[in-house]
């Protein structure tokens, strides 16, 4: 299967350079995310030296999107790292996401068989590693990186490790130097907005949702919006309380994207398939539903221990690829903690009560 992602990647960038694939409609879907089910030996190890990064669609003829291999990465399994998006032509590159640290030149690399135009621009969608793992790669190579204030405030900040040891410093060149606030009284207001290479390109501060520092990048001509992580169809959502997530928050960037979107609008989640604004129904059901449920659940003294018994993702399990013990428990849990007492949002991240279960 490694060996035959490869041969594919490799004859799609020839098509990249040789313009065949031109006449193509979007979006084009050259390499799908694999569906599993995957695992993984104990003590199993991320070999980051045999992860490869393709151009896995397009959106536009002049937007691609990368990934990177399938099976290998034990956090995302079904492609590994975060999905990057590449706007690029006579003005330059405009990149969305930097990838893991480990997979920068491989990405880099990848860029350059379809286009030798200049790095010129980042935005960081949100704080976690297989999104800006990359940036002070690509600030070296000539990216201006921007990103919602919170972002930058977590990376100078970041929480405290499992152990409790403090997290290691950022490299400042991986940084963002151009910020945004999000404002409540202008959602889904452009903070920023780009044009270049032919494209219109806004960069949409969210509320916290995925984490308190996530931004969409729509790009207008192409009618497309990166969605980052609040929505993902392979395993069960993930809202990172401790960088200021809320699952609450995420039903409202649901929302948010349904108005934003029109029917043909192309929606790129950082991890999983290409989708459209009708697919966002069944999940934002699924989030009313449980939130409910454990609400109810909490609500009659249930501990979290009771409540993680009573498998309550099994009406969606059927429909949910990559859907783990570890990811259920994880979505049950942010909710139980998120339906009462929830602590709130202080430089942009949440003390977490973690009490016995």
Do not use: C
């Not at 930097?98 to 491989?106: G, R």
Request: glycine share 8%; hydrophobic share 40%.
């Amino acid at each position: 299967m490694k060996r035959n992602w490869l041969l594919v990647s490799a004859a799609l960038s020839l098509l990249a350079l040789s313009g065949l694939a031109s006449a193509q409609t979007y979006p084009e879907i050259l390499i799908p995310p694999a569906k599993g089910p995957f695992t993984f030996a104990k003590g199993y190890q991320i070999p980051w030296d045999q992860i490869q990064i393709a151009v896995t669609e397009k959106i536009a003829p002049n937007i691609f999107l990368l990934h990177g291999s399938p099976g290998l990465d034990t956090a995302h399994p079904d492609a590994s790292g975060g999905r990057i998006a590449v706007l690029f032509g006579p003005d330059g590159v405009l990149m969305v996401d930097s990838e893991d640290v480990q997979l920068a030149e491989k990405s880099l690399k990848i860029i350059r068989t379809f286009t030798n135009a200049p790095i010129r621009i980042m935005v960081n969608s949100h704080i976690h590693p297989d999104h800006t793992g990359g940036n002070a790669f690509f600030a070296k190579q000539g990216a201006v990186i921007f990103s919602q204030e919170n972002l930058r405030e977590e990376m100078l900040n970041p929480p405290p490790r499992a152990n409790g040891q403090s997290a290691p410093a950022p490299d400042p060149a991986g940084v963002p130097v151009g910020t945004y606030k999000y404002d409540p009284a202008h959602q889904g207001d452009p903070a920023m907005t780009i044009r270049m290479d032919g494209e219109t390109v806004d960069f949409i501060p969210m509320m916290p949702s995925h984490t308190a520092g996530d931004t969409i990048i729509r790009f207008r001509k192409a009618n497309a919006i990166y969605i980052e992580d609040f929505y993902r169809n392979f395993g069960y959502p993930f809202a990172d309380q401790a960088e200021g997530g809320s699952i609450k928050g995420m039903l409202e960037a649901t929302d948010l994207i349904g108005k934003l979107a029109d029917d043909n609008t192309i929606l790129i989640p950082g991890h999983g398939t290409l989708i459209h604004k009708k697919d966002l129904l069944p999940y934002r059901r699924m989030l009313v539903e449980v939130l409910a449920k454990v609400k109810s659940l909490r609500d009659q003294g249930k501990s979290l221990g009771d409540v993680l018994a009573m498998n309550l993702t099994a009406p969606y399990d059927g429909a949910t690829l990559g859907d783990s013990q570890d990811s259920k428990d994880r979505f049950i849990t942010e909710v139980y903690y998120e339906v009462k007492d929830f602590p709130p949002v202080v430089d942009g991240k949440r003390s977490m009560p973690r009490g016995p279960g």
